[in-house]
């Protein structure tokens, strides 16, 4: 049963304008959420978190936003590069200390056009 | 610098062979992973170990085994593969006090 869902596979935007990452969750317990990026040929990196005791939280041109009430977390990437072309994958936590382990998304691959 | 280094990076073997994926770590961090990826289903945990002396399985170990011989190494071993398991496999590693996970670059197994 997947906890975290990534339900859009694909997107596609235009270089210099917004992109925007969804993922939903459906365990209420989940407290801490990550967002990662994957290269092809590499492995996922750490690209923004937050906890649930924020609604945003901001690092450049990337700002997450967490709505507890519906369970639902996004990525907005502005003004989005070609280089932000990759696999986006959100994951969620019970907690942010590393007692508990990560859920990952099905993964979102945004291409950024140039 | 400190990294997340896997062995094989690609890896063809057949049906019944018995094989170990490798991972290895400069990062000093207790807590070591495995995941696999496959189209569509995202990553999914197969087993985790928060010190040599622990390992638990994750959501899909079976077939699966593993082995923490340091901190810094942590392996994982296919007894006799079967093609579902082809896919992608990442080692990672956080910290015992945070939830960042730092992953290895990935080994991609094709089984036939």
């Known amino acids: 049963d997947q906890q975290v869902k990534q339900n859009s596979p694909s997107l596609s935007v235009q270089e210099g304008r917004i992109s925007i990452l969804n993922c939903d969750y459906t365990?209420?317990?989940?407290?801490?959420f990550l967002w990662y990026k994957k290269y092809p040929a590499e492995g996922p990196t750490f690209l923004i978190s937050?906890?649930?005791?924020?609604d945003k939280n901001e690092d450049g041109r990337f700002t997450v936003f967490l709505n507890k009430s519906a369970k639902h977390l996004s990525l907005h990437i502005v003004p989005s590069q070609p280089g932000d072309s990759a696999v986006y994958f959100c994951?969620?936590?019970?907690?942010?200390?590393?007692?508990?382990?990560?859920?990952f998304g099905t993964g979102t691959r945004l291409t950024v056009i140039p | 610098d400190a990294d997340v280094t896997q062995t094989p990076r690609n890896r063809i073997t057949k049906t019944g062979k018995r094989i170990m994926l490798e991972c290895s770590q400069t990062?000093?961090?207790?807590?070591m992973y495995w995941y696999r990826q496959d189209p569509g289903l995202g990553l999914r945990l197969i087993y985790y170990?928060?010190?040599?002396?622990?390992?638990n399985k994750g959501e899909i170990s079976d077939g699966y085994s593993v082995s923490r011989q340091a901190q810094a190494k942590f392996s994982l071993s296919l007894e006799s593969a079967i093609p579902n398991q082809t896919a992608l496999y990442f080692c990672?590693?956080?910290?015992?006090?945070?939830?960042?996970?730092?992953f290895g670059p990935g080994t991609r197994l094709t089984v036939l």
């Open positions: 990672a590693t956080s910290r015992g006090d945070y939830n960042e996970q730092f």
């Open positions: 365990n209420s317990m989940f407290d801490y």
């Open positions: 937050i906890s649930s005791i924020k």
């Open positions: 994951a969620a936590s019970p907690d942010e200390t590393g007692a508990n382990n990560l859920f």
């Open positions: 990062k000093g961090h207790d807590r």
């Open positions: 170990s928060f010190d040599v002396k622990d390992i």
